[in-house]
């Protein structure tokens, strides 16, 4: 099955600096990669996705990359600002593939400081 | 419109007692998943149902753990003599199809005493 490591689990970077947050997969059959915001006592929110057919994504102060070929993928948070603290977890799905739900990351506990 | 919901939002339960747990998906998506989120832990794939087709049932921790839906949309998931290790938040989340973004419910708190 698909296994998924994401790293750091926590980062502390100051208010206005970039997060950076990493993962990495097993499975080369995975072709969805969806990124989660979970507040404190929240269920968790979708903030970006990407699809295997495409390197880069970008919204606003969020992108995220794909290398398919060493099969990782990557957050970023430019301009951070308080609000953006929270856990983050990513996650991997081989669509049509036979693995029926996301495999997530343990998560990474992001703290924006002041 | 209305998202996924899930009830009871809480739930205290002594060991060995069975417990049923229900997701509402969002109306017109017709994947519904089940996750488990231990505390300060990442979230566990339990089961899947794509419209009123029989799921795969391998992720599911135990054969004490069990799950339906019924016409294709309320799913409800059961726990039989439950364990203190199965103490977690319980997730449900649906999509229009699978591959699409998962909304996820409020989730259920079982704490097993």
């Known amino acids: 099955g698909e296994n998924v490591e994401q790293h750091p689990s926590t980062l502390s970077v100051q208010e206005g600096d970039s997060a950076v947050i990493k993962c990495t997969y097993s499975d080369s059959a995975s072709n969805y990669f969806p990124w989660y915001k979970q507040e404190l006592g929240k269920r968790p929110q979708l903030i970006i996705d990407?699809?295997?057919?495409?390197g880069e994504k970008k919204d606003q102060r969020i992108a995220v990359t794909l290398n398919k070929t060493a099969k990782h993928f990557s957050l970023h948070i430019t301009e951070t600002q308080p609000e953006d603290s929270a856990v983050y977890f990513c996650?991997?799905?081989?669509?049509?593939?036979?693995?029926?739900?996301?495999?997530f990351g343990k998560g990474t506990h992001l703290i924006i400081q002041p | 419109g209305a998202g996924v919901s899930q009830s009871p939002s809480n739930k205290v339960t002594e060991k060995g007692k069975d417990v049923e747990l229900r997701c509402d998906p969002i109306?017109?998506?017709?994947?519904l998943y089940w996750y488990r989120q231990s505390l300060g832990q990442g979230l566990e794939f339990l089961i899947y149902f794509q419209g009123n087709s029989a799921p795969d049932k391998s992720g599911l921790p135990s054969d004490r753990f069990s799950a339906e839906r019924t016409g294709g949309s309320v799913s409800t998931l059961t726990i039989q003599r439950t364990q203190q290790e199965d103490s977690a938040v319980y997730l449900c989340?649906?999509?229009?199809?699978?591959?699409?973004?998962?909304?996820f419910g409020p989730g259920t708190r079982l704490t097993v005493t």
């Open positions: 990407i699809r295997s057919n495409v």
């Open positions: 996650a991997a799905l081989s669509v049509g593939g036979g693995a029926d739900g996301l495999t």
């Open positions: 989340a649906s999509s229009l199809a699978q591959g699409n973004e998962q909304y």
């Open positions: 109306s017109g998506h017709t994947a």
